[in-house]
């Protein structure tokens, strides 16, 4: 057994290349290695801003001897057959084997391959990999043929025995491989000799070089909490910018800096975004007063003077960005305080779609969805109006225009300059939200109206000019607000189908493909007074679109962002088709309780047995109906009821049935289940002890309109036909593999 040692030496890597390259390293050697025979306990990559390292503990010295028969043609086939079958196989006509086999005698190859050296398997390898790596981003230096994230400048390659240490021949344009690695490009940039994994981490930490990256993240962020503590305040931890410095030192050494008092009026997310962003500074923040004041920045080396010198440089420099960004507030804080009219007037002339209008154009939409919904989330109409109306006026700041993800935020800022509402701040900030699937929804009544806005004309202006997603492409990420509408919906608990607004957001839309100057006036409708239809007329149908085609395949998508959001909650397919089924199924705070309700109720064994007996229900009335050409449907009277069990289950059913349909509809689902589970036990002795098919037609007859009385009540709660049965019992879910066993011994 052996140690393989790799390391490709270079000018800096960029930070984002690193983890990716790591891996890539990893993954190409490796099964590069196992497809040449060549097996290894483990393996491991690093990387520092100069270097990608491979180590690979317990690699076989030598590819294993193979033995390979081969058939080949009979003796008397033509010429050509054996001589392709020569050709595949390298071998004479002397070399190969005559054998009996069941077509008579039969030439055969045997071939026998002697297992290759690790070092020759090694070269070939790494030659490859080099020449063929996946960089994101690559470059060519001058005359070599190789392409590197940055100029390659050495290869270590090592293999370490017991018995010594072996270099990989590698040689690429002017690069030969060698067992020499570099130390810290300026405290230590003397190449030392490597002879095993241990020396070459021991020797790299030496020599001012931390390989681990994750190492050196932990270093700096123990460093930088201690510094911050140290002056009794709070480093504000950010993990994506500790990942991207910890790849762009090899030798981190934490340093603070101050920030000038002149600064600390501006908010404490411009000074943290500016500083990372420009900088890669950690923000530090006072607990007493949550302001930032001070900043963290990670050097790569130690300095005679502790640093000083480095810290007085960037908090130059750090002077000069604040600077900048102090102008751009002051600036945007004069116009904030007119009310933001100048900023509006901006939007006008930016476009947010060519077939959609200006932004101008789409916040003017906006305020009428938001007015049309803040009754639904219990919001001030006239909040929720001008919310919309200056939600983006931030766009045109020019803070906005230095940091595009203060976006939202800064409008918080500004419309509290402006002596504006605080729903109305808010509502800038928080509209955009719901981002992903874990971002926080808002819960403010003006807010949601607003982001419910934003995202439903979204929705309907791309769908209404046929710009949906298709595939995995969906560059307006339609997908996201889609999801987002619904968790707004859900989360807050608005407990109204969004049909009509959906509607009306095609309404609007449409008045902005065709005209956009039409007064505003037009545009209002009272939702109240007006249904699906009447909404719909409003819009020509004459154009190149069909509304309520447009609407229902609109529709659907959320339908399909439901279902996957509903899985998530560990509701199962049939139980959210079942709820699907249902009227009503753009209330989608209904469907989810409904969901939520039915899946539990379907867990239960009350559930499970009774869902059985509808089934068994549902079963017989079709095989009869259709049998017999009639249907069921009629009134079964108790006066014909012959046993015990019959006149039992219409006793349960008359007890239950407007109970149930009341719970429906006030939409009290968890007892509308409580109320089906008594008929489990009356249907299950029905069955057990009633036939059905009776000689007397007209007790026949009762007994299947009994039994669509039964099919009726549980279609009021949910489509229980959608609902696959077996799949829903747990005993089915846990024991998977017998119950595969028992479908195979059915089918043979």
């Not at 039964?710 to 049965?725: C, G, P, Q, Y």
Request: include cysteine.
């Amino acid at each position: 057994m052996t140690n393989l040692l790799l390391e490709l030496f270079s000018e800096e890597i960029p930070a984002d290349l690193q983890n990716k390259a790591c891996e890539d390293l990893n993954k190409i050697v490796t099964n590069a290695l196992v497809d040449a025979g060549l097996t290894y306990k483990s393996s491991n990559a690093f990387s520092t801003p100069r270097r990608l390292c491979l180590m690979i503990e317990s690699l076989l010295n030598k590819s294993p001897n193979t033995r390979e028969e081969r058939k080949g043609p009979r003796i008397d086939a033509p010429e050509q057959a054996l001589n392709g079958f020569l050709r595949s196989t390298g071998l004479t006509k002397d070399q190969l084997e005559i054998r009996n086999d069941k077509k008579g005698e039969t030439y055969f190859a045997v071939i026998e391959k002697e297992g290759r050296m690790a070092s020759e398997i090694v070269s070939e390898i790494v030659n490859e990999t080099i020449h063929n790596f996946p960089w994101a981003k690559s470059m060519r230096w001058g005359s070599r043929s190789i392409k590197w994230a940055r100029p390659l400048h050495s290869i270590l390659c090592i293999l370490c025995a017991e018995d010594g240490v072996e270099t990989v021949n590698i040689e690429i344009d002017d690069i030969k491989s060698s067992n020499v690695t570099f130390g810290h490009r300026f405290m230590a940039p003397a190449q030392f000799s490597v002879h095993s994994l241990e020396q070459y981490q021991s020797g790299l930490k030496k020599a001012f070089v931390i390989l681990d990256a994750q190492e050196r993240a932990n270093h700096i962020l123990e460093d930088a909490r201690n510094l911050a503590f140290a002056q009794g305040l709070e480093l504000v931890e950010d993990n994506n910018l500790l990942k991207e410095i910890s790849g762009l030192v090899e030798y981190p050494v934490v340093l603070m800096g101050e920030i000038s008092e002149e600064f600390f009026s501006l908010p404490a997310e411009v000074l943290m975004t500016s500083m990372k962003e420009h900088q890669k500074f950690f923000s530090v923040k006072n607990p007493k007063t949550n302001r930032i004041e001070k900043f963290i920045t990670v050097a790569n080396r130690t300095t005679v003077d502790n640093g000083e010198t480095i810290i007085e440089g960037n908090q130059k420099v750090l002077f000069a960005r604040l600077s900048d960004a102090k102008f751009f507030w002051e600036n945007d804080l004069r116009i904030a305080k007119t009310g933001m009219v100048e900023w509006s007037q901006k939007l006008e002339k930016v476009t947010f779609h060519n077939k959609l209008g200006s932004q101008s154009e789409r916040l003017k939409r906006m305020s009428f969805i938001a007015s049309a919904i803040a009754p639904l989330a219990n919001a001030d109409i006239d909040l929720a109006n001008k919310a919309a109306k200056l939600c983006k006026a931030d766009l045109s700041s020019e803070m906005v225009g230095e940091f595009a993800k203060l976006q939202g935020l800064m409008g918080s800022y500004y419309a509290a300059e402006a002596g504006l509402p605080n729903e109305i701040g808010l509502a800038s900030k928080e509209h955009y939200s719901p981002l992903g699937p874990t971002d926080i929804v808002p819960s403010s009544p003006v807010s949601t109206a607003v982001a419910l806005a934003d995202k439903i004309d979204t929705l309907t202006g791309f769908w209404i000019i046929n710009e949906k997603p298709t595939g995995s492409k969906d560059p307006y990420a339609l997908r996201r607000a889609a999801l987002g509408v619904i968790r707004l919906v859900i989360d807050n608990d608005l407990n109204e189908s969004l049909e009509k607004i959906l509607a009306y957001g095609f309404y609007l839309n449409s008045i902005s493909i065709h005209n956009l100057s039409m007064n505003a006036d037009k545009k209002h409708i009272d939702l109240d007074e007006n249904n699906l239809d009447q909404i719909c007329d409003l819009i020509d149908l004459n154009q190149t679109y069909k509304i309520r085609e447009v609407l229902k395949d609109l529709v659907s998508f959320f339908h399909d962002r439901l279902k996957v959001y509903l899985r998530d909650q560990k509701i199962n397919h049939d139980v959210i088709d079942a709820c699907l089924a249902m009227p009503n199924n753009t209330n989608f705070s209904l469907l989810a309780k409904r969901a939520k309700v039915l899946q539990e109720f379907c867990d239960s064994d009350d559930g499970k047995n009774l869902l059985h007996g509808f089934k068994r229900a549902n079963n017989i009335l079709i095989a009869e109906e259709k049998k017999d050409g009639v249907s069921y449907e009629g009134i079964a009277d108790l006066k014909y009821a012959q046993l015990d069990e019959e006149r039992s289950l219409f006793e349960i059913l008359d007890e239950n049935e407007t109970a149930i349909i009341n719970f429906i509809d006030n939409q009290n689902f968890k007892d509308a289940m409580n109320s089906l589970s008594k008929l489990r036990s009356p249907i299950d002795l029905f069955f057990e002890n009633v036939q059905i098919n009776s000689d007397s037609k007209i007790v026949r007859r009762n007994r299947l309109c009994l039994l669509n009385r039964i099919r009726l009540i549980m279609k009021s709660v949910a489509d229980f036909t959608l609902i696959e049965n077996l799949l829903n019992c747990n005993f089915f879910k846990d024991n998977s593999i017998y119950v595969f066993f028992a479908l195979l011994l059915l089918i043979y």
